[in-house]
């Protein structure tokens, strides 16, 4: 970033998550996929916050997928440093049909309470068979994660400690 009152500005917007002004950062200033105002935002956190018109915990990742046609391995980046998959970011990757992105979605993200199977395949359903067919293997993939994460629950990872 620059010195400029310019890029102090855009740290400030991007630091905010305040979703209206970074979609018409990214319309007027023509911010390109690799642009390092663009990574800026991914190096932010990600994570929920209490304040009032926040992504809710999306971060930079909702007006990533409206605004911008940004690369998968970016997307993966944003996804491992915190951003939540919420009903409003699905939705969003659903309409702008964005197949290479459900797939780390299903790999790597946390989902939000308010996304249940349900409302994914509801969603997915009015934008035809091929991506219903791509979210209901993505929605195996993810319970698979489930049942794995479960099934790890009780397994002590160190000997040490152990009571004879």
């Not at 916050?49 to 930079?60: I, R």
Request: net charge positive; hydrophobic share 35%; charged share 30%.
């Amino acid at each position: 970033m620059s010195d400029s009152p310019k890029g102090r500005s855009t740290l400030r917007l991007c630091e905010t998550n305040d979703l209206p002004a970074l979609q018409q950062l990214f319309k007027t200033h023509h911010i390109k996929p690799g642009s390092r105002v663009l990574r800026q935002s991914i190096d932010l956190p990600a994570t929920p916050t209490s304040n009032e018109g926040s992504l809710e915990g999306y971060g930079a990742l909702l007006p990533a997928i409206e605004t911008v046609e940004v690369p998968l391995d970016m997307i993966g980046q944003m996804l491992t440093r915190g951003s939540i998959v919420g009903l409003l970011v699905f939705k969003a990757t659903i309409e702008k049909r964005r197949l290479d992105v459900l797939r780390p979605f299903f790999e790597k993200a946390r989902f939000s309470a308010d996304l249940d199977r349900d409302k994914i395949l509801a969603k997915a359903g009015l934008k035809g068979e091929t991506m219903v067919s791509v979210v209901k293997s993505g929605i195996e993939t993810l319970e698979q994660r489930k049942d794995q994460k479960e099934s790890r629950n009780g397994y002590r990872w160190w000997p040490w400690g152990k009571q004879p």
